[in-house]
């Protein structure tokens, strides 16, 4: 125990103290700040605007077309429009409407020389569309004022019931939260588990490792590394959560004024509902420690689980470039949990979320992204006991393979030696 | 000191030590001598419990040999390594510490051992910014720094230029006097020579040859004399096999093998008798040509 202490603290300590550690700390949130803060100032800019040349003999349906932030329309006829190259000339593009039938609108083209984007494939849609609204509307008697007094707009209030109590749950926090919580577990399981892997990579090609083994077993050096590097991660994690806390409260004062302007997106949209409700009540009614404390668990069981394997590729290998053909299939449940993410939100009580959340090997991401939205205790408790075997087995695999890993130089390392490596009493 | 009873090691179909038994006394220096590929290696990290032997047994101090006794070797492995980037008294402390030591006593051996070769003012540099010679004063401090009652070196001379290696000799020899028990593994045949009280051959995973070097010696000599004689000496050794090694016109010097085995003395009578003796020495063998000697024979048994 004393051996695998004084190793996880070399481990722990030259790992923080390094300049790049300190920068990184740093760097990262303002970076992360930064990019926010940039795409939502981007996302607020409006571009430049386009002048469409609307080609229609008759004026039939672009009376009804309507210049907006991005648009402007100007109207031709078929005779007036001249040549159309000059005409592309000085309009970003040409949108020719034919006689149409009512009944079966079509034959609507556009012709410009850049490749339209598909927003403004759409809003020019749109405006067909609500113009044929409008005459259609106009050919069955109706009018506009009455087809306004049919639209209602409701905003509906969700609840939980658990234990008796009835809460109110707040799917867009719910969705926010789990998705930058599952999505950082994925990042520092990968970082850090690489590092484990660097490392010791480091400690084989410097030859260090046979001076080491000397006095500690592999297993005691293998796993004070793992140790070590997992306590600069939560050192790491500790200093971005105040950092986080510091720089949130900072800039939701300083971009709030401006959110109103923002083009919303549907899931934005959603958030601003929410906002309808105090959005304070929902963060109190948030189950903050459950969420912490599962955080942590899960972020350390899956950074356990597979920087024990990160760590049995590193001493398998001479070099980091050799590490590639094994890595691959260690990372492709990270890179499923990710890919699963979005459904899982969407559905974070169905059976894809269900089983991917007690599976040991993706429940680190796909169990924080639930856990927002409530989860039943038995599924949390199943899934962190299937971890805690799962990273026990692990480190079992990964043992085995690096106290032999570790002292072979220069012979070449395929799947079948490392399983004959795994099984044998070497 | 150390028994080794019947030890046997295999690296899958690879037989690297077979039925191996060895005693190595208190004291002393041991060296351990045979081909590339002989199993000194494997031996060598069964010693000190890198890997583990398949079966036999290692009695050290009356006990058998197990991870509690870590902290009473010392190794220098063959291929050297430090951690790069770690400050030369951090990682001897690191080291020191890793066989068992407090802190304090950690330091304060570091620094007694950093003062004695001269790298004080290294102390809180790291250790990529040393010259090799340098960073292998330091690995030799790290092997040692523990005060290890078993050492055991792995060609500790490679890398120093002559002068350093003659300040690590000295500082073999002085440990060997503190009573350390040192196993010293090398091609060199000079150091060999120069600082082994026994050796032990290994060849194809099998010992095949052990003892004092003096009395191995005693035994492989060939019953030939060396002498140095005035003139050229034709016609004089009638009688006596001999061989012309240097002729430099006034003096020459031959290796003569009586027919018959003779006391040197009587020997050394019938000569002078007939030429004029400058010297006279009993020829043993290098342990250089005991080594090739017993692998031919082995390999060719």
């Known amino acids: ?426 | 000191m150390i028994s080794i009873k019947n030890v046997s090691k295999s690296y899958g179909d690879t037989r690297a030590l077979k039925d191996f038994s060895l005693e190595i006394p208190e004291g002393g220096i041991m060296g351990l001598l045979g081909p590339n590929g002989a199993g000194k290696s494997t031996l060598i990290r069964i010693l000190t419990q890198i890997i583990e032997k398949d079966s036999g047994e290692i009695i050290y101090k009356g006990q058998t040999l197990d991870h509690s006794h870590i902290g009473r070797f010392g190794y220098l492995p063959e291929e050297r390594g430090l951690y790069k980037k770690m400050k030369v008294g951090e990682e001897l402390i690191y080291l020191a510490r890793l066989k068992g030591l407090s802190s304090g006593e950690a330091t304060e051996k570091a620094i007694n051992w950093v003062k004695k070769l001269d790298l004080k003012d290294w102390w809180n540099h790291k250790v990529i910014d040393l010259s090799k010679g340098m960073q292998q004063k330091i690995q030799f401090i790290a092997t040692v720094v523990h005060e290890p009652s078993v050492l055991i070196l792995d060609e500790p001379f490679s890398g120093f230029d002559p002068l350093n290696a003659g300040v690590v000799r000295d500082l073999i020899l002085e440990l060997k006097k503190s009573g350390v028990t040192i196993l010293l593994s090398t091609h060199r045949m000079e150091s060999v020579e120069e600082l082994c009280d026994r050796i032990v051959l290994i060849n194809k995973s099998k010992k095949v040859l052990e003892g004092d070097k003096q009395q191995l010696k005693d035994s492989y000599k060939e019953n030939k004399f060396r002498i140095r004689i005035k003139g050229n000496g034709i016609g004089v050794l009638e009688g006596i096999d001999h061989q012309l090694v240097e002729d430099s016109g006034l003096e020459s010097e031959y290796l003569i093998k009586p027919r018959t085995e003779q006391l040197a003395s009587s020997l050394l009578k019938s000569i002078s008798e007939k030429v004029d003796l400058v010297a006279f020495k009993e020829e043993l063998p290098s342990v250089d040509q005991i080594f090739k000697q017993v692998v031919n024979q082995s390999n060719h048994g």
């Open chain 1, 1 to 426: 125990m004393g051996k695998i202490f004084l190793v996880t603290s070399r481990e722990y300590i030259t790992r923080v103290r390094k300049k790049t550690f300190i920068v990184m700390t740093i760097l990262t949130p303002l970076l992360m700040m930064g990019l926010l803060v940039g795409t939502i100032w981007f996302s607020t800019q409006k571009g430049e605007r386009k002048s469409i040349l609307v080609i229609e003999d008759g004026n039939r349906l672009s009376k009804f077309f309507s210049d907006n932030e991005e648009l402007d329309f100007e109207f031709s006829s078929q005779e007036g429009s001249g040549d159309e190259e000059l005409a592309l000339k000085s309009h970003y593009g040409l949108l020719k409407i034919p006689e149409f039938d009512l009944r079966d609108p079509k034959g609507f083209e556009f012709t410009s020389e850049q490749n339209p984007s598909l927003d403004l494939v759409k809003t020019m849609e749109r405006q067909i569309e609500g113009g044929i609204k409008e005459l259609r509307l106009k050919e069955s008697g109706l009018t506009r004022g009455f087809l306004d007094s049919l639209e209602a707009n409701v905003t509906l209030r969700t609840f939980n019931v658990s234990g008796g109590s009835e809460k109110e749950s707040h799917a867009g926090v719910s969705f926010g939260i789990g998705y930058v919580a599952a999505f950082l577990i994925y990042l520092f399981v990968f970082i850090y588990s690489a590092q484990v892997m660097r490392g010791i990579i480091e400690e084989k090609t410097s030859r260090v490792v046979e001076v080491i083994i000397s006095s500690v077993k592999p297993f005691e050096l293998m796993l004070g590394k793992v140790l070590g590097v997992a306590g600069v991660g939560l050192t790491q994690l500790m200093i971005w959560i105040v950092l986080g806390l510091l720089f949130s409260t900072l800039g939701v004062g300083f971009l709030s004024p401006d959110m109103d302007a923002v083009q919303m997106n549907p899931q934005q949209q959603q958030m601003a509902e929410m906002a309808d409700l105090p959005w304070i009540s929902a963060l109190l009614d948030f189950p903050v420690f459950t969420f912490l404390f599962s955080f942590l668990f899960f972020f350390l069981g899956g950074y356990l689980m597979y920087s024990a394997l990160f760590a049995a590729i590193g001493s398998a290998v001479d070099a980091e470039t050799d590490s590639q053909q094994f890595m691959l299939p260690i990372t492709i449940p990270l890179i499923m949990a990710i890919v699963a993410l979005a459904p899982v939100l969407n559905n974070p009580q169905g059976p894809l979320a269900f089983w991917l959340s007690i599976i040991p090997l993706t429940s680190p991401v796909i169990m924080v992204a639930r856990i927002p939205f409530g989860v039943e205790w038995w599924e949390l408790c199943l899934s962190m006991l299937l971890l805690i075997g799962g990273f026990l087995f692990t480190i079992w695999i990964g043992s085995r393979i690096y106290r032999i890993g570790i002292l072979m130089h220069g012979s070449k390392v395929n799947y079948r030696i490392l399983a004959r490596w795994l099984f044998k009493s070497y």
